[in-house]
């Protein structure tokens, strides 16, 4: 089956440590998204992708990275300097024309 | 900048009964895309129906069926047939058509519907 995989769905984070989160998709698409979602809040774009080896930041890029080396894979890293990572991640991809498609989601806290 | 309003936080509907949510936003841009999401207690976002701004038809999934007046910009949900399943959080959401940093999504705040048996 096609689709958007995220994981883990749950991820601790403690004070001061990097974390990955996961994000592969194998519907060939070439544009791959990350957003972020708190709490009674829309979805708020943290990068985007539009093409292998090419990133762009978002509203929202600062204490986050990412890497695009593969067509299918579009990890997102969250860094210490992300003062308040606490919040529900969405990873999108899609062709231009059509919706995007997301992930199920990773649940992000600090602990 | 193109902006989404949803300006209803919250809607109630009765089961087998209709709804319509309401979404405004702003451009000017003449060529895009609209949407709405649902986001169900699983959390995974699920594309309900599309729009492009160039077709003057509305369009329509099943019970789903949205009533785009582009002069307004205004883009509404109408679910038919209520059921318990339908509750959720909705997003409205703009694509540019443009391409891109323009191709993303901006998203409204979303109405929570709650269906009561």
């Known amino acids: 089956d096609g689709g958007i995989t995220q994981s883990p769905k749950y991820l601790f984070r403690k004070e001061g440590q990097n974390v990955t989160l996961s994000c592969e998709q194998n519907?060939?698409?070439?544009?791959m998204y990350w957003y972020r979602q708190d709490p009674g809040q829309g979805l708020r774009l943290i990068y985007y992708?539009?093409?292998?080896?090419?990133?762009q930041k978002g509203d929202i890029a600062e204490g986050y990275s990412v890497s695009r080396e593969k067509k299918e894979s579009f990890p997102l890293t969250v860094t210490s300097a992300q003062k308040n990572p606490t919040a529900f991640y969405l990873c999108?991809?899609?062709?231009?024309?059509?919706?995007?498609?997301f992930g199920q989601g990773t649940r992000l806290t600090v602990v | 900048a193109q902006t989404v309003t949803q300006s209803q936080p919250e809607m109630s509907v009765q089961e087998a009964e209709t709804v319509t949510l309401s979404c405004t936003y702003d451009t000017s841009e003449s060529d895009y895309y609209l949407f709405w999401y649902k986001q169900p207690p699983s959390r995974q976002m699920i594309l309900v129906i599309r729009?492009?701004?160039?077709?003057?038809q509305n369009a329509t999934e099943n019970r789903f069926s949205v009533n785009f007046q582009k002069a307004a910009k205004s883009f509404s949900l109408k679910i038919s047939d209520s059921q318990l399943g339908d509750a959720a959080m909705y997003f409205c959401?703009?694509?540019?058509?443009?391409?891109?940093?323009?191709?993303?999504?901006?998203f409204g705040k979303g109405t929570k519907l709650s269906v009561k048996p």
């Open positions: 729009q492009e701004a160039y077709k003057q």
């Open positions: 519907l060939n698409h070439d544009a």
């Open positions: 959401a703009y694509r540019s058509a443009y391409g891109g940093s323009q191709g993303n999504l901006i």
């Open positions: 999108a991809s899609s062709v231009i024309r059509q919706g995007p498609f």
């Open positions: 992708s539009q093409i292998v080896n090419d990133f």
